[in-house]
């Protein structure tokens, strides 16, 4: 039978390809470090396990309305008021299996055969993937890295067309760490009101900030960036809750409402038993997301300076998120590899390391490695990948 053409696009997830073939090996018994994953090595807190629990004990094991429970959407509601200072009724809130389900059926609602949407390089793999299952066109804005790998307003503005539908905003960034300022926010925003197009604000990494850094959502930059705004969030990373599946989409409650009917008719209610682990956490701190932020930014702290010594990196410093992006171009030239693809291949074949290619977030010269495990592990790996490049 011939394959939806849709389907047919899909370029595989080269996180989830690194991370298959490095558990292979492992599974040979050979000593590998994975720093592919997109996830923290922490375990989901005492408190929300606890809550989950007690739900199922007590009997809600059912239902609940497609969009999610009005509790969990409350408690998001909250969290929105004490965060960010912005308001959301309950109807412009919708709970999604994980943030990646609440972005595929944003885009399957808001967009038409062939409608574009601006894709800041380096982005988040399934960002443009997504894009085209729901039949849109992901238009690539390539981010300098000397300029921090920020989008400027002028690149944005020169590649907005009528059939521009939306531009996708990921702050902190997923795979380069780094943020947006209210001001750099605001001058993205202002041309996304002029031209009216959709803002889609990825925050699923505002919790995990460091040093001097604070993050702002485009939406509370003012009421008109607000309305223009659809925030994409989740409890997946800022409670360590990846395998929950719990995400939210918080926006113009049109929107919201096609959203959740479209889930109806696909997925229905995400599980009810991690909507009240997710319930807690939002409505109880115990300190343990804090003190998996400060973990995160010690490692960072320590393992960024001696990164950037290897021969041929050099290394944008994240301000969020769990990853370091650097630029193996030098290295890799140096090495006698074509591309950095078959460099990675190489490190995994001969040190045992697993790191991700860049070529799958649109940045072919550099390489993401997640500092979501522990710092012996990660200290070891850079001794390896030191190790892999003076060999040549």
Not at 71 to 99: H, M, N, P, R, W
Not at 201 to 217: C, F, M, V
Not at 297 to 304: A, N
Request: aromatic share 8%; hydrophobic share 40%.
């Amino acid at each position: 039978m011939e394959l939806s053409p849709r389907v047919a696009s899909i370029t595989p997830s080269s996180t989830l390809a690194i991370t298959a073939k490095a558990k292979a090996l492992k599974a040979e018994g050979h000593d590998v470090i994975g720093l592919g994953a997109g996830e923290p090595d922490f375990n989901t807190p005492g408190y929300i396990i606890e809550a989950a629990s007690r739900s199922m004990e007590e009997g809600h094991t059912k239902y609940t309305p497609a969009g999610g429970m009005d509790a969990l959407k409350k408690a998001i509601s909250a969290k929105f008021l004490k965060d960010q200072k912005l308001t959301y009724d309950t109807s412009e809130i919708i709970v999604t299996s994980g943030a990646k389900h609440a972005l595929a059926l944003l885009f399957q609602t808001i967009l038409q055969e062939g409608d574009e949407v601006i894709i800041p390089a380096p982005y988040w793999v399934s960002y443009p993937e997504q894009v085209k299952i729901a039949g849109g066109k992901p238009v690539i804005a390539e981010a300098e890295e000397s300029n921090n790998f920020k989008l400027t307003p002028d690149r944005l503005k020169a590649l907005i067309t009528d059939k521009t539908k939306a531009f996708v905003l990921n702050s902190p960034s997923n795979p380069t760490g780094v943020m947006y300022s209210e001001d750099e926010l605001k001058a993205l925003g202002e041309i996304c009101v002029e031209k009216d197009v959709l803002i889609v604000s990825d925050e699923i990494y505002e919790k995990l900030i460091y040093g001097n850094a604070s993050h702002t959502s485009i939406a509370q930059v003012s009421g008109d960036l607000k309305g223009q705004t659809v925030i994409i969030n989740g409890v997946s990373k800022s409670h360590s809750m990846t395998g929950w599946r719990i995400g939210y989409a918080a926006g113009n409650k049109n929107i919201i409402k096609a959203m959740s009917n479209l889930a109806s008719h696909t997925t229905s209610n995400p599980a009810v038993m991690a909507q009240y682990g997710a319930v807690a956490a939002y409505e109880k701190d115990d300190g343990s997301v804090e003190q998996m932020r400060q973990a995160f930014e010690e490692r960072l702290d320590k393992v960024y300076e001696k990164l950037t010594i290897i021969k041929g990196f050099t290394c944008v410093k994240p301000q969020g998120a769990f990853y370091l992006f650097p630029n193996v171009k030098q290295a890799v030239e140096q090495s006698g590899y074509k591309t950095t693809d078959e460099w990675v291949k190489g490190l995994l074949e001969k040190e045992k390391v697993a790191v991700v290619p860049g070529s799958g977030f649109g940045a072919p010269d550099n390489i993401r490695l997640s500092y979501a495990t522990s710092l012996d592990q990660f200290e070891e790996a850079l001794d390896r990948i030191r190790r892999f490049v003076e060999k040549g």
